[in-house]
């Protein structure tokens, strides 16, 4: 617990390096994704962010604020998010696919707000970012192989990747590491693989993962749980493959703070879901 604050601390140190306010460096939600854009809300919840940590997130990221064509873009493949975002130029708006009573007026299309004058309102953001295509994801299906970005090839420098697993509420996701090989150092600080028993990479931590040495199964509590995949400026490695496979489990009973090993897998204790 007291390595893992350390941690923690690190990163943050880290975290504000780079310049980054409370509340935005962790923050991990892509709720949807498509043709390069995805919507992305500030940790501590909806509607948070201004438009100059909103430019921050995405750029952090590697890409830039969607501009309303690409949201359009993204839209006409089936984006669809009720939830307003800055997007390039100052612009506010949220794509809507399926027309609804509380969401988009009952239209569909972009619903624009428009260039907005008070750069210090708060909504969430819309980015883009066209070469994170192969890093990160949602999955909700019953089972899935995913890999490091440009995988088998070595993965690059300075990336940044989140993969969220979704099942059926009740059911318990099973992580197998297939192949592993991440930079290896003392502290996994350099590059490095993090799982969370959670839909975000706040709660939950179960580890960080670096080196060749392939880590052992993970059972998830709910039926959510996020990747992080961090990689910093020098030097990379072969990258790693990952299989999920859902089960269907009662949920353990438990205080939710260890993590107990059966074996070659992790069993998480705790309860929690999201529908
Ligand atoms: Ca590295």
């Excluded at 309102?121 to 970012?129: I, T």
């Excluded at 088998?152 to 697993?165: A, K, L, R, S």
């Excluded at 009973?253 to 705790?270: A, M, V």
Aim: proline residues 3%; glycine residues 12%.
């Amino acid at each position: 617990m007291i390595a893992l604050i350390f941690f923690s601390v690190l990163l943050w140190d880290k975290a504000e390096a780079w310049g980054f306010k409370d509340g935005v460096l962790h923050n991990s939600i892509w709720l949807e994704r498509a043709a390069g854009v995805y919507h992305r809300e500030s940790r501590t919840g909806k509607y948070q962010l201004t438009y100059a940590e909103a430019k921050a997130v995405c750029e952090y990221e590697g890409g830039h604020l969607a501009t309303y064509q690409q949201l359009e873009a993204a839209r006409k493949i089936g984006f669809h998010v009720c939830a307003a975002g800055w997007m390039a130029k100052g612009r506010v708006g949220y794509p809507i696919v399926k027309a609804g009573p509380n969401c988009g007026f009952g239209k569909t299309g972009i619903v624009d707000y428009g260039i907005r004058l008070n750069r210090s309102e708060r909504w969430d953001a819309y980015c883009y970012n066209p070469n994170g295509k192969e890093c990160g994801g949602i999955f909700t299906d019953s089972k899935h192989v995913f890999k490091s970005p440009g995988y088998p090839n070595e993965y690059e420098n300075e990336q940044i990747c989140y993969w969220h697993i979704r099942v059926k509420y009740g059911q318990r996701i099973h992580l197998q590491f297939l192949e592993f090989d991440v930079e290896d150092d003392t502290a996994c600080m350099a590059d490095f693989l993090e799982v969370y028993d959670s839909y975000d990479d706040i709660n939950g931590f179960v580890g960080r993962f670096c080196g060749d040495e392939l880590p052992d199964d993970i059972i998830s509590t709910g039926n959510v749980m996020t990747l992080k995949f961090l990689t910093d400026a020098s030097v990379t490695a072969g990258g790693f493959q990952i299989r999920y496979v859902t089960m269907d489990m009662p949920s353990k009973s438990g205080d939710g703070k260890n993590t107990t090993s059966h074996g070659k897998t992790n069993f998480l204790s705790g309860k929690f879901g999201i529908m």
